[in-house]
């Protein structure tokens, strides 16, 4: 376990004890949502569940493509190379379209159920952390996770349902 303090507040950080990286691929549900980041507030209200399709690379490194469908009807996209490191369940990576790097680590997997991932993102020298719940089913321990990482309760969402893209209708059909 390493430790990582954000605004004098400490947390250990926690990889789950035995990752298998191909039992985590295919496509979850984006359900819960919880960070310590300035612009959460005046975002959490918009916010929609949507989709997070995991793609184990031969190498052990992880493909995430996620997808939720705006109010208009078209879909956003974001896709994600999780770099794998030596520790099974942690991986990194960069995001262009946020410009900042990511310490992403799998807390906790029921594959058949849901999934916590723990994400620790630096631009520009500062850091906030992220939490998210992917799930096969309904919100488990999301909330009570997120309290103990130091996230205020004001900062945590567990995502209405929303409609579904196309291209994940076909996937989860």
Not at 95 to 110: C, G, Y
Not at 133 to 146: C, D, G, R, V
Request: aromatic share 12%; proline share 3%; net charge positive.
């Amino acid at each position: 376990n390493e430790k990582f303090c954000i605004k004098q507040s400490c947390v250990f950080q926690v990889v789950v004890k035995a990752f298998f990286l191909l039992q985590v691929g295919g496509t979850w549900y984006l359900v819960g949502f919880a960070t310590n980041a300035d612009w959460f507030v005046s975002r959490k209200a918009d916010m929609k569940m949507g989709t997070v399709t995991l793609t184990p690379q031969s190498n052990g490194d992880l493909e995430m493509d996620y997808s939720s469908l705006k109010p208009d009807g078209s879909c956003w996209t974001m896709n994600h190379l999780a770099k794998k490191t030596d520790i099974p369940g942690k991986f990194t990576f960069s995001s262009q379209r946020w410009a900042n790097e990511n310490d992403m680590r799998m807390v906790e997997v029921k594959y058949d159920e849901y999934s916590l991932v723990h994400t620790i993102k630096t631009k520009a020298g500062s850091s906030y952390i992220l939490n998210k719940l992917y799930s096969k089913k309904e919100p488990h321990k999301f909330t009570k996770f997120s309290l103990e990482q130091g996230i205020l309760p004001e900062n945590i969402a567990i995502l209405p349902k929303n409609g579904q893209c196309e291209r994940d209708r076909e996937i989860l059909s």
